[in-house]
């Protein structure tokens, strides 16, 4: 009998990190670990082939757990996956939606489905995960609450779907990089449109950010996010993470990243992979 290959994602059984590996990965066994740090070790030691990492949500913005993570890794990304987040209440078996008072959830989750929970006259209650909440449930049968989590916490823990779909805004996306151990990840094909991520450290120099990026306008790179973080907690941001639209064997590119290097003590390409077709959607 063979072994599928693994594929490590942070949360629960059940979590939409869970699903994001089910829908894109359906030939790798989806492993969850509780914190990201975790995961992130579980592909570095090779316990997984892959990762399924949430980086940002267009309505909560950017995971920050994860970008400081990323440029002491050690991992490559080698894809991006967008999820349409949908969450649904759920309840224990036979249990109908007049009895329902709470709606339990990890506040976030909570706070995206504030109008429609306040529309069917729930109270909240707050948990750590999503699919948690859902776990817990199945657990502790209470006919008066409700989880709010992804249909396939519903799936797992044996719980009827009561309403679904009753987040707030129908365009809450959330995107994930797909991460390997592996050092030199084979390319893109060159006919698809790529992304280059990569970190740098500017010098500490008057204008030394302003300079760094001269390169990118100048060759016509289109920089889709840059970001900063705080480094050995000192306060002053010279640390940062960047996409740009290319390759790093692209003209434009090419000659940007070598001007970034005069002001710049740390350049690191963490990945090139191709653009996932969401990004096309108007």
Same mark, same amino acid.
Do not use: W
């Given at each position: 009998?063979?072994?599928?290959?693994?594929?490590?994602?942070?949360?629960?059984?059940?979590?939409?990190?869970?699903?994001?590996?089910?829908?894109?990965?359906?030939?790798?066994?989806?492993?969850?670990?509780?914190?990201?740090?975790?995961?992130?070790?579980?592909?570095?030691?090779?316990?997984?082939?892959?990762?399924?990492?949430?980086?940002?949500?267009?309505?909560?913005?950017?995971? %920050?757990?994860?970008?400081?993570? =990323?440029?002491?890794?050690?991992?490559? &990304?080698?894809? $991006? /996956?967008?999820?349409?987040? !949908? #969450?649904?209440?759920?309840?224990?078996?036979?249990?109908?939606?007049?009895?329902?008072?709470?709606?339990?959830?990890?506040?976030?989750?909570?706070?995206?489905?504030?109008?429609?929970?306040?529309?069917?006259?729930?109270?909240?209650?707050?948990?750590?995960?999503?699919?948690?909440?859902?776990?817990?449930?199945?657990?502790?049968?209470?006919?008066?609450?409700?989880?709010?989590?992804?249909?396939? %916490?519903?799936?797992?823990?044996? =719980?009827?779907?009561?309403?679904?779909? &009753?987040?707030? $805004? /129908?365009?809450?996306?959330? !995107? #994930?990089?797909?991460?390997?151990?592996?050092?030199?990840?084979?390319?893109?094909?060159?006919?698809?449109?790529?992304?280059?991520?990569?970190?740098?450290?500017?010098?500490?120099?008057?204008?030394?950010?302003?300079?760094?990026?001269?390169?990118?306008?100048?060759?016509?790179?289109?920089?889709?996010?840059?970001?900063?973080?705080?480094?050995?907690?000192?306060?002053?941001?010279?640390?940062?993470? %960047?996409?740009?639209?290319?390759?790093?064997?692209?003209?434009?590119?090419?000659?940007?990243?070598?001007?970034?290097?005069?002001?710049?003590?740390?350049?690191?390409?963490?990945?090139?992979?191709?653009?996932?077709?969401?990004?096309?959607?108007?």
């Amino acid at each position: 009998m063979s072994v599928l290959p693994k594929i490590a994602f942070q949360g629960e059984p059940g979590a939409n990190s869970h699903e994001a590996c089910r829908t894109y990965f359906p030939d790798y066994e989806a492993a969850p670990y509780p914190t990201f740090e975790e995961a992130f070790e579980a592909i570095k030691t090779g316990v997984c082939e892959l990762g399924m990492i949430p980086v940002e949500n267009s309505i909560a913005g950017r995971v %920050a757990d994860v970008h400081h993570l =990323l440029p002491d890794s050690g991992l490559k &990304i080698i894809g $991006e /996956r967008f999820k349409p987040i !949908r #969450f649904n209440l759920m309840v224990n078996r036979g249990v109908t939606l007049d009895q329902v008072k709470t709606a339990v959830s990890m506040p976030i989750a909570l706070s995206q489905c504030r109008k429609s929970i306040k529309r069917l006259g729930l109270n909240t209650e707050q948990a750590g995960d999503t699919a948690g909440a859902a776990r817990a449930l199945a657990g502790h049968p209470d006919p008066t609450k409700g989880a709010v989590a992804p249909a396939l %916490a519903a799936e797992i823990y044996g =719980l009827d779907i009561l309403v679904r779909d &009753i987040e707030d $805004e /129908r365009n809450n996306t959330t !995107r #994930f990089l797909v991460m390997t151990a592996e050092k030199e990840p084979a390319r893109p094909a060159f006919t698809s449109k790529c992304i280059t991520a990569f970190v740098f450290k500017v010098k500490n120099l008057p204008a030394a950010l302003y300079k760094a990026m001269g390169g990118f306008a100048t060759n016509g790179v289109n920089m889709t996010k840059l970001e900063s973080y705080m480094e050995g907690g000192a306060f002053t941001a010279t640390f940062f993470y %960047a996409e740009v639209d290319g390759r790093p064997e692209d003209r434009g590119l090419a000659l940007a990243l070598d001007e970034l290097k005069f002001f710049t003590d740390r350049v690191e390409i963490l990945g090139v992979f191709p653009a996932d077709p969401f990004r096309d959607r108007v």
